[in-house]
């Protein structure tokens, strides 16, 4: 049975439930983070993508480091991140995540990059070269990689994943039927064969969507069995917040005990671990990844 979307009234839409709240980014952690980021001139996609774990990831001392500049060459209409043509990479950006990554004494880090469309290898070196020099620095430090859509640059992935990290994320974001509306640039297809690729390599593997932007519960479970197909161990799901006015309406408020039903499916079509619930994000309890 098909279930068709929930499009309530534009009051409900616009009143944000209480199971959304979060706290404001305050105390000694958060801004010892801060001022680390701040001195490396780092990025983080904690602020760049306006995520509401900000303050809860931040004060227990950890940050998911964006790099290869905060400017994406892409247009989701999802994101928070800024879209135009990027200034030249910094290749001396390994290095300064690598230590601040030290100085945070970071037991588990996540790493994750614009789109960098315009480069023939999609940044893949400054991916590698960045996970070589934290495991260099800081070796006992496990590292997560949520690395973007290659566009079946197979060889740029293949650089991208070689560095040794322990899990490498790339998100699907949405289901099949709305990825034109909400991933104009992406392929549906063509990300669930970069999930196999990086499988088949050896890699655990992981990968992210958002609910509430009009997909039905039939389409998610079919997004789920694409994954499980494809070789993929780690789903978060989380609910969309639209960053503006520009960018895609919130379709429906999904309800947490959803996201329990949505686990437990999840579970029971083999994947390994499910992370579900309101104000879950791809970095959200990433520590907990590393091993399942």
């Known amino acids: 049975m098909i279930e068709l979307p929930v499009i309530p009234s534009e009051q409900q839409r616009k009143k944000r439930p209480d ?27 904690c602020e760049s993508g306006n995520c509401p774990n900000m303050g809860e990831c931040w004060g227990a001392g950890t940050a998911t480091f964006m790099i290869l500049g905060n400017v994406c060459t892409r247009s989701c209409t999802f994101c928070a991140v800024a879209t135009g043509r990027p200034n030249e990479y910094d290749t001396d950006e390994p290095r300064r995540v690598a230590e601040a990554i030290l100085l945070m004494k970071v037991k588990h880090a996540v790493i994750t990059s614009v789109n960098r469309d315009e480069l023939k290898d999609r940044g893949a070196e400054i991916w590698y070269q960045t996970v070589k020099a934290v495991k260099e620095v800081s070796p006992t430090t496990t590292i997560e990689t949520l690395i973007p859509d290659t566009k079946g640059n197979w060889e740029a992935l293949t650089r991208m994943i070689e560095a040794g990290q322990e899990v490498v994320s790339h998100n699907m974001e949405t289901v099949e039927r709305l990825y034109r509306r909400v991933r104009p640039q992406a392929r549906y297809e063509r990300s669930l064969e970069q999930i196999r690729r990086t499988k088949e390599f050896g ?31 780690i789903l978060t799901l989380g609910q969309y917040l639209q960053p503006t006015k520009m960018h895609h309406e919130v379709i429906e408020w999904i309800h947490p005990e959803k996201f329990a039903m949505y686990r437990e499916e999840g579970l029971k079509r083999g994947l390994k671990y499910v992370e579900s619930g309101p104000l ?12 399942v």
């Open 203 to 233: 890699q655990r593997t992981k990968s992210g969507i958002m609910l509430g932007l009009g997909e039905t519960a039939d389409e998610v479970l079919k997004a789920m069995d694409d994954l499980v197909e494809n070789g993929l161990d």
């Open 19 to 45: 199971w959304l709240r979060v706290k404001l980014p305050i105390g000694p952690e958060y801004a010892k983070v801060r001022k680390l980021v701040d001195t490396y001139k780092l990025h983080t996609i």
């Open 280 to 291: 879950v994000r791809s970095s959200y309890h990433a520590e907990r990844h590393v091993n």
